[in-house]
């Protein structure tokens, strides 16, 4: 539908705010840097406070960094207001007009423009079969549900065309299974259009569903960016490895680095492993996901079984290995045995799957 | 303060460059708020300390101090100060107590306490000050008529206190039921329900809770009370307050003292209203909000308690049916053969007016017309300037609100006084703009910078009740500051806008204080030809016209109403 395919780039990004309470200065975002690329969905995670939605929002011209610059296409944008930057948001509430039906809120970013009338029409009624609202444009804001303002919404910014469509936690406000299905909605749409989308989420597995690369910030700075399986494989620290997925971590030793070959010590076992950055200390953790072990006779570290749940899908175990809490989910659980609390037995993984984390 | 970036800042104020239209309007409202907000003030204040060769800088000050009258002023309007906006508040507390805590059960009742609530807006002055004289006077209905040749002593300390009471408690009212509202009522069920009684539960949550809230309703009415004109000078007998010092001052009333001395007076009452009305606006009010922050979120348990339930409500539907008696009063006083001699009832004062020598029609349509083009540009300015400081970031923004508020804490007295030194000679003496002093323009002017607190207020309410992200998203699809405000700020708080109108026309067409300063004997309007009519004794025509003025604002709320549904109910049908 678009053909005008977009980068964005922050360039060394950073935002100071005040404490209101203590009246300090702090940086909400902290020297950012990202390069999205033309026709990339791109998705900020972080916890709450983390600078995420600040980000957005300087992109979107409603805040101004107070350093670094802030590129779409090749234009520098720092010092145009919203109105004149070629981005459309949807906002958290949705924030539709309330005084407008839905086919003049979606008009209203053409009718800005003074497009003809046939054809600002024909564009709302594209885009509102797009978005699955068909005959319902001249209801008001008030009679829709929140799925169907979520889709007025989201017509409202893909109408215009823009350069970079821009989500504030667009699907908070809907319940559990309208966001499952919204958010593969949402990609269905920004494939179909080709359009450089740039989404913020608290919730890992909708980022994980929707993007093309995870951006992952903490505190105001980024920590990872990656793909999907990137961030949940590969995580770069043990804030990353806890908050993408469920995550055990088991503490190690290193006791001899050859080349990229690093062997470390888990109790009495040792294991050689490859990481992509050297080492800095002798101290490390090591990332174990829990569908990637199971309990049997014999295996590579002994434990001792200190809870045990049938979950459905699967059995769910919390053992103690090595002083550490280690949650193992064992899949289709009725064909295996079943491990009761005080069970002495040993996590069975593949070495592959333990990955190194610096401290 | 914390540092922004130099990026930071000059990226701001790229922004705002690339806005013209807002930044025109920011510098015009400024202009305009330093012309007739502070220009006004601050030439006062310099005459004020204008002194002869040879005298200290405060020597106006000094020498007013000395002189009796003025002491006996201000020790009157502090004493008059105190005792009304106390006893208006505890009356209030009680009308506010009784609507949250008890059923009325009877529509008559309930009716009371509604009419007694619009009070407030509607309140023109010398109304309850004539019925007080009407009833209470030396030829009263009551004094003369039922007691017989009762000598009475209404005019001076008891009838202010009487008429200001009556006049601020129904504000009082309302502001403390806004806040018993917001107590949420678990919290006095949780105090019943480790044994406390009614009466415990009064004194140990609700009082205590409201203790900033009913300070801040003392503090408002006392401001009113200290800037109160039209009292005073009907009812007040030989009391005079510093408002009617100040007027007599300059229109000759007193033989002593200089333009100066005028001046130094008119700053001491300013001092002490503007002190005040810091104290309310930055502590008190603060207070009184943030110490209720929860909402209501139930519906509370009713006091069934008959002995609880009947003396109050007793004592809150006299009070009531008392002030619409005297609301009454004043429509038979303009009825009335020879006030307080012969109760027959009569239209000769109507005709007088509208037949004889077509005054009133006069009068009617001048004062009309002025209030109404002052509500139109009121209520534009003051949404205009509340848009801008509950929406936009410039430099300069809270002084902006500041100074938009500022003319609630100046007393109309003052501000007329102000006015007359400002512009009589022109800007600084230059000539320049001396064309308005005597015009009705600077009546206009008047009336929105008195009106203008009231709507910057309620405005700046119904914007921050507008999520920000609603006005972000219209500017992220490409509307300017511009289009953004006409396209959905401005249909979203329409009813403000409307009600802002007819607030501040009642306002307008009710003020006294400043205007009785500034008016010429050409221009006929309501307020001043009933202190004219009232002074010479010729209290029915008074009477006349104040009855015209309960008439209009009454019915200027009820087209308001109207309005309000009619467009409620279109955007329900569309």
Redesign the interface.
Known sequence: MTDKKMNVKLDHI?K?Y?NPKT???FKAVDDATVDILPGEFVTLLGPSGCGKTTTLRMI???E????GEIYIGEEAV???????RD???V???Y?????Y?VFNNVA??LK??KLPKDETRKKVFDILSLVGLNGMEDR?INQLSGGQQQRV?LA?ALV?EPAVLLFDEPLSNLDAKLRVSMRTEIRRIQQQVGITAVYVTHDQSEAMAISDRIIIMDQGRIVQIGSPKDVYYRPVNHFVADFIGDASFLKGKVISVKDDAISVQIGSAVFVLHASLPPNTVECELLLRPESMHLDEVGQLPCEVTYSKFMGSYQYYQVNCEDQMIKVTEYNPKQKKEYKVGDQAFLAFNADDLHLIWK | ?????S??K???R??MF??PVLMISILFIAVLLLLFVIYPLVMLISESFEVEKGDGVFSNYLAVLKMPSFRQAFRNTLVLGVVSSVLATIIGFLFAYVDAYIDLKSRLLKGVFKIVATLPIVSPPFVLALSALFLFGNSGLITRGIFGQLSSNIKGYRGIILVQTLTYFPTCYLMLKGLLKNIDPSLEEAVRNMGASRKVEFFTVTLPLLVPGIGNAILVSFLESCADFANPMLIGGNIDTLATSIYLQYTGGWSTGSAGNAAAMAVYLLVLTTIFFLLQKYVLEVRSVSTLTGKASRQRILIEDKSVTVPLKIIASAIGFFVIIMYLCVLYGSLMTVWGRDYRVTLKWWRYLFVGNGEGIRAFVTSFGLAFIAAVITSVFSMLIAYLVAKKRFVGRQVMEFVSMLAMAVPGTVLGVAYIRGFVTGLFHSGVLSGIYGSSAILIIVFVVRSLPVGVRSGISALRQI?Q??E?????????ST?VFT??TL??IKDSFFSGLVTSFVRSITSISAVILLVTPKILFITVRINAYADNGNFGVACVYATILIILAYASIGIMNLCTKRLYMQ?KI?
């Not at chain 1, 101004?64 to 350093?67: G, M």
């Not at chain 1, 924030?95 to 005084?99: E, I, S, T």
């Not at chain 2, 972000?472 to 300017?480: F, K």
Request: glycine share 6%.
């Open positions: 950073s100071l005040v009246g300090k200065p979107a011209g409603f101004s960094p107070d350093e720092n010092a145009l207001t919203p109105n004149k981005t459309a948001m906002f958290q509430n924030a539709l007009l309330p005084h039906n209203y970013g800005l423009r008001m919404a409202r215009i | 303060m914390v540092k922004k970036s990026q930071w000059r990226l701001e790229e922004k690339s806005d999520d992200s609603i972000e998203s219209a500017c992220d699809m490409g509307a300017g289009k396209s959905v249909p979203l955007d569309e």
